[in-house]
């Protein structure tokens, strides 16, 4: 067993001896749906620093916590703050807390984020369900042994997304009549934001969305083989698409400007799963 391997399963063990159920479902809060877990019932709550080996966002907006109850009928494990690998970690430690969470019993996986706009038709404020990724900018989070227990060496990436919890977003929004884009989500390894040039090649490549976070995320949970569905908040359009000048604080302004809008859609999301 390697060194990380025996870290994820004590931080395995550590999470469990504080829970009673078993999870079904792992949600990822990114910008804008922080607030989310005021929703979840009989809540218990995980600071990350508590849980042994395990990576501590340093993110201003980024909390720190598992929270794991109930929302609906559904048993919800959901991360308040994510780990991202500009903070420094290497990048098998940025996916630990997604591990954690399907070892935990989650087998579905929805993440979120704050993103900028590639695609042209898409405003601050969009909403964009991600059908696919493209990650060959970052260093892949499966990269060293193989951990057999949790899938296998060459993990297929054709249906990342699941096709089925796509077309559910889209009913759900429909139902509630907020729309929703599709598109492909780009990670980059940030912190900082791109140049207009690089945002050209990545529209190029067929992004519609740049984000820093995510599909690394994604990945690793694919590669355990769990249903992944995920959301993008177009914060802002992205480095040369417009007069405004990139900042943290636009970001956080737009998410929390559509919070509410992102929040119904997802509770309603996972009612529905
Ligand atoms: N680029 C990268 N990450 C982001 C952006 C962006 O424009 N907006 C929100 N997260």
Same mark, same amino acid.
């Given at each position: ?13 550590f999470i469990?001896?504080k829970i ?24 218990t709550i995980i600071d990350y620093k508590d849980i042994?080996?395990f ?9 720190g916590k598992y929270i794991i ?8 494990i ?12 290497? /990048?098998? +430690?940025?996916?630990? !807390?997604?591990?954690l =969470? ?5 087998? $579905?996986?929805? @993440? ?5 706009? /590639?695609? +042209?038709?898409?405003? !601050?404020?969009?909403? =964009? ?5 493209? $990650?060959?900018? @970052? ?135």
């Amino acid at each position: 067993m390697t060194n990380h391997e025996k870290e994820l399963y004590d931080a395995y063990e550590f999470i469990i001896s504080k829970i009673d159920t078993k999870p079904e479902i792992a949600l990822v809060l990114g910008s804008g749906l922080g607030d989310f877990a005021d929703h979840i019932e009989d809540k218990t709550i995980i600071d990350y620093k508590d849980i042994p080996g395990f990576p501590v966002s340093t993110v201003s907006g980024h909390e720190g916590k598992y929270i794991i109850g109930r929302l609906y009928d559904k048993q919800i494990i959901a991360m308040k703050g994510r780990v991202h690998f500009y903070e420094g970690y290497p /990048i098998e +430690k940025v996916v630990m !807390p997604i591990r954690l =969470m399907k070892l935990a019993g989650a087998e $579905t996986l929805i @993440v979120t984020n704050a993103a900028g706009g /590639i695609n +042209k038709s898409f405003n !601050p404020g969009t909403l =964009m369900a991600i059908t696919d990724h493209i $990650t060959s900018f @970052v260093r892949s989070p499966l990269i060293g042994k193989n951990i057999d227990s949790l899938g296998v060496r060459f993990p297929d990436m054709s249906n990342v997304y699941d096709e089925d919890l796509v077309n559910l977003i889209h009913e759900v929004s429909s139902d509630l009549n907020i729309e929703v884009k599709d598109g492909v989500y780009l990670q980059t390894t940030g912190p900082n934001y791109e140049t207009p040039a690089e945002i050209k090649m990545f529209g190029l490549l067929g992004a519609d969305a740049v984000g820093m976070s995510t599909a690394c995320e994604a990945m690793a949970a694919k590669h355990m083989n769990m249903r992944v569905a995920g959301i993008s908040c177009i914060t802002n359009m992205a480095a040369g698409l417009s007069d405004t000048k990139l900042s943290h604080e636009e970001v956080k302004k737009t998410a929390d400007m559509i919070s509410d809008k992102f929040t119904k859609l997802v509770k309603e999301f996972i009612r529905r799963i």
